[in-house]
């Protein structure tokens, strides 16, 4: 398969960014390998396996903080 990369950044609430991880945790712990991910109005589907490799990364600066979380395999 050739390389494919979809980034969108947004502004938004601690709430939000809470419900977001949410989703993202239930496509993950469901019973398919398949994904379904959905993004304005762009629909991807692709296999998970079930052990993945996962990285946290937290930069903490002055007036601009960063935690990363990332999935590969």
Known sequence: MD????EK???VTRAEAATRLRR???????EDDEV???RDGLKL???VPEELEMKVEIELEDG???????FRW
């Open 64 to 70: 601009d903080s960063e935690l990363e979380i990332e």
């Open 24 to 30: 993202i945790a239930n496509l993950l712990s469901g």
């Open 36 to 38: 379904e991910f959905e």
């Open 45 to 47: 589907k692709f296999d």
């Open 9 to 11: 950044r947004d502004r």
């Open 3 to 6: 390389s494919f990369e979809v």
